[in-house]
């Protein structure tokens, strides 16, 4: 029920900004745990940053003071704000979403619903 479409992504140098969007319908007013995760090839799918319905976050070591989720209930949208990249943060980035709100402090990848990913490249 829930469909979920990223935008946003590209290719930019090291040190520079990208900022992910992803369009959300078909949720209802139950409490979600909304994520963002990556994968580059040959490496398994990992969480970014996760939100919950009432707005508490959680980041993963790696992007923690780099990335920041945030979401604009009125539209219907989830972002990625991701700042200082570097070539390691290149990879496949998805949005996610799943009624299992523990989801957001677990740092499982086993969530409901996702979108088809969008690429983000950082060069040196």
């Known amino acids: 029920q829930v469909q979920l479409v990223e935008s946003g992504g590209g290719s930019v140098q090291a040190g520079g900004s990208l900022r992910l969007s992803c369009a959300a319908s078909g949720y209802t007013g139950r409490s979600y745990c909304f994520g963002w995760f990556r994968q580059a090839p040959g490496k398994e799918r990992e969480g970014v940053a996760f939100i919950y319905s009432a707005g508490s976050t959680t980041y993963a070591d790696s992007v923690k003071g780099r990335f920041t989720i945030s979401k604009d209930n009125a539209k219907n949208t989830l972002y990625l704000q991701m700042n200082s990249l570097k070539p390691e943060d290149t990879a496949m980035y998805y949005c996610?979403?799943?009624?299992?709100?523990?989801?957001?402090?677990?740092?499982?990848?086993?969530?409901?619903?996702w979108g088809q990913g969008t690429q983000v490249t950082v060069s040196s």
């Open positions: 996610a979403a799943d009624t299992r709100t523990r989801l957001c402090y677990t740092g499982g990848t086993n969530y409901n619903y």
